[in-house]
């Protein structure tokens, strides 16, 4: 008995639609391409807390020409949003 192999699972069938949609699955993971993906998501992340902060300098055009979202906001109830009137009323 000990010749015998242990019985093997049958090979996992799938479409090619799901292969497409779960690369992830089926691929070895590629270091370059994750540290290009982590270095992206880094500046891009960065990039946007950048903007958010407004580091863009006091003598910079860009900063001079375009005020700052929180001037847009309304500082009284910011969260309460304008009910759209009928044009029947």
């Not at 270091?31 to 407004?54: C, D, H, P, R």
């Not at 580091?55 to 910011?78: C, D």
């Amino acid at each position: 008995m000990s010749d015998k192999e242990p019985p093997k699972r049958p090979p996992v069938t799938s479409t090619t639609l799901f292969r497409v949609l779960n690369p992830e699955l089926f691929l070895r993971p590629n270091k370059y391409v994750m540290a290009f993906g982590l270095g992206a998501l880094t500046l891009s992340l960065g990039f946007v807390w950048w903007q958010s902060e407004g580091q863009l300098g006091p003598n910079s055009s860009v900063q001079a020409g375009y005020p700052r979202i929180s001037e847009y906001l309304p500082e009284t109830a910011p969260n309460e949003k304008n009910k759209k009137a009928s044009r029947w009323d």
